[in-house]
């Protein structure tokens, strides 16, 4: 699993409010990813990390911010929840440099989020 | 822009029949392409994955050939067992490796 965890694993919360998802990693790996999962739609990039402090958007990223003061830990925020956040989130890093895993992506075990 | 198309479902078989899950994909340059194959109430793991046109990915008795001539990448199983319900996912990655696409998944339910 590429010591990835991911907390809260469930949240239910009330729209306006603010929601913080974290995503931790042992392996010290510089790219990490966050996803939202929504039936029909697959996997969607929210905001992926390069590095500290080096983070860019993904397809739907409007009402999503993150941040990654070190390599271990990438937050996303919910600033004010919407009912359209609803959805399972997916933390993944990628493996780069050489070696037979080399730009593979492993996945967290997930988030479920409910925005009432 | 990249982007990747794969059947829809969900897909209902009997046990031991043969599975292809088609996947097709547009992409700039040379992506490399994976499969991933997700459990009721799991994240998604690795199932296999090619990284050159022609090449074969396999494993756990899945494969799939990475066709750029016809920009597909579809994902076949000889025998298919109840184990391998799940929701399939085809994958790429673009040139600089640093953003993924997914398609949106298929649905497999095997039957005994």
Redesign the interface.
């Known amino acids: 699993d590429a010591g990835i965890t991911q907390s809260p694993r469930h949240k239910v919360t009330e729209t306006g409010t603010p929601v913080t998802l974290r995503c931790h990693q042992t392996e010290n790996h510089r790219y990490m990813y966050w996803y939202r999962q929504d039936p029909g739609h697959g996997l969607r990039l929210i905001h992926y990390s390069y590095g500290v402090k080096d983070t860019d958007k993904g397809e739907v990223s409007d009402g999503y911010s993150v941040s990654r003061s070190k390599t271990e830990d990438f937050l996303l925020t919910l600033e004010s929840a919407t009912s359209s956040q609803t959805s399972v989130y997916f933390c993944a890093i990628r493996v780069a440099g050489q070696g037979d895993s080399y730009n593979e992506q492993f996945f967290g075990p997930g988030t479920r989020l409910t925005v009432l | 822009g990249n982007s990747v198309t794969q059947m829809e479902g969900p897909v209902t078989l009997s046990e031991e029949a043969f599975l292809t899950i088609n996947c097709t994909y547009t992409a700039t340059g040379y992506p ?1 392409l ?1 499969w ?1 194959v997700q459990y009721p109430g ?5 199932l296999l ?1 090619a ?1 050159k046109a022609d090449d074969k990915g396999s494993n756990k008795g899945f494969e799939a050939t990475y066709r750029k001539e016809t920009t597909s990448f579809h994902l076949e199983k000889g025998s298919v067992q109840v184990s391998d319900s799940a929701v399939y ?1 085809c ?1 790429l ?1 673009g040139n600089t ?4 696409y ?4 298929t649905s497999l339910t095997v039957i005994p």
């Open positions: 490399s994976f991933y799991e994240g998604l793991q690795l994955k990284t996912f994958a990655s490796g640093n953003q993924f997914f398609g949106t998944g």
